[in-house]
């Protein structure tokens, strides 16, 4: 037995996509039949919670990666200069030069 739902212009729902609240009369179900209630502006029209490729990653990424970089990215020096020092000192709370 189907739901009665009264879809007067002072009805509110909840949408199950963003959780805000926005007239029953501009709700949508979401496509393909997964039965989740959306506002008419939250719709692609394309992808669902159910089919989205982010959610099926099996089904659209590739994981297999047949040349990969060698050492992508290089080490970095992590040094600072002492002409970076004299230019940019660093004090304590007293006024005293530690760095």
Known sequence: MAKRVNRSSKSWFISDRSGMRFRLS??????????????????????????????NLQKWAKFDDPKPLIDPSPDIDHSVSQATLDANPVYDRDGNRIL
């Open 26 to 55: 501009e709700a949508i179900e979401e496509p393909p039949g997964s039965g989740r209630l959306i506002h008419i502006s939250e719709s692609d029209g394309i992808y669902n919670e159910v089919d989205h490729p982010q959610a």
